[in-house]
């Protein structure tokens, strides 16, 4: 299993940012797929939720009306397009899957995004 996340930067407040998370190793569209942060010195939180069909989606309510999960099971991509980002939503971003039978989660290595004037 292989998550590469990309897309990070940063981004002036009330910006636009779109992050991507390239899948492998595995059947991608049998999985849900989630997006997590940590900021620092905070404790990593989840932030978005996709289901493997990509019909289904649940946010923080941190996030909610301003980032939106999306995937594309042809290109084995997740993706999170956060609008109107805060300060508050620097953090490094990581992709993140959890197989049930391995009884674990996967992560990517993280993109850094820094939301500031």
Not at 24 to 35: H, I, L, N, R
Not at 49 to 68: E, L, P, Q, W
Not at 78 to 98: G, H, I, R, W
Request: proline share 3%; aromatic share 12%.
């Amino acid at each position: 299993v292989h998550l590469v996340e990309s897309g990070g930067g940063l981004v002036q407040p009330g910006g636009s940012l779109r992050l991507s998370c390239a899948a492998s190793g595995f059947t991608f569209s049998s999985y849900a797929m989630k997006w997590y942060r940590q900021a620092p010195g905070k404790a990593r939180e989840l932030v978005a939720a996709i289901n493997n069909a990509g019909d289904f989606t649940n946010y923080s309510d941190s996030v909610k009306g301003r980032f939106t999960a999306s995937r594309d099971n042809n290109k084995n991509t997740v993706y999170l397009q956060m609008n109107s980002l805060k300060p508050e939503d620097t953090a490094v971003y990581y992709c993140n899957v959890f197989m049930v039978v391995f009884g674990r989660d996967y992560w990517g290595q993280g993109t850094q995004v820094t939301v500031s004037s």
